[in-house]
């Protein structure tokens, strides 16, 4: 008989003394019909390598779908940048527009100041092409009734051609403000 060595555990002493009188039965020994294992275990390894080669083709079904999302998140961030740059720009070439009021004897150092603001402005949009910029300022009357408009307008282009949106795209504002002097 075997002796057990699990001390104060009585389940795993019972597990001891079972496998130790299984052994010795002759008729197991012979015909070698103790219960195996691997069975059950090679099912369960069977059954996660083909989860594992699901897992896969869904990745792979999914992939294009998840960059196809990324690249138009990333368009449209870009898009919705350069729209708040040019309408920035349009604001602070009208807003210096309304502070310093132009005649007729000032009107060209006046429009290139104006267009310099606008340019400063639109300066922080990453691949800024300043030939691309194009800015029309116009006054409407005179101080104190007179108004400064100051339109810009910049063209836009997609990293990605996408078929049903144009690849460019003018992206234009308009600021009036009031001759303040």
Not at 73 to 95: E, I, K, L, M, Q
Not at 135 to 162: D, L, M
């Amino acid at each position: 008989m075997t002796v057990c060595r699990a001390a104060g555990n009585p389940f795993s002493a019972a597990r001891c003394f079972t496998t130790a009188m299984l052994r010795n039965i002759p008729m197991l020994k012979s015909r070698n019909l103790r219960p195996k294992h691997n069975g059950l275990r090679s099912r369960t390894a069977n059954a996660a390598e083909t989860r594992s080669g699901a897992a896969a083709v869904e990745f792979a079904i999914v992939l294009p779908i998840l960059v196809v999302m990324l690249a138009g998140t990333a368009d449209y961030g870009r898009f919705a940048s350069t729209s708040v740059a040019v309408c920035n720009a349009s604001r602070a070439g009208a807003g210096y527009g309304c502070i310093h009021p132009w005649d007729s004897y000032t009107s060209q150092s006046f429009m290139t100041t104006c267009k310099a603001k606008v340019e400063e402005e639109f300066s922080s949009v990453p691949g800024f092409n300043p030939q691309n910029l194009s800015v029309q300022i116009t006054s409407e009357g005179t101080w104190p009734k007179g108004r400064v408009r100051v339109a810009v307008s910049y063209p836009f282009r997609t990293v990605v051609n996408w078929g049903f949106i144009p690849s460019s795209i003018s992206i234009s504002r308009t600021t009036v403000l009031p001759m303040v002097r």
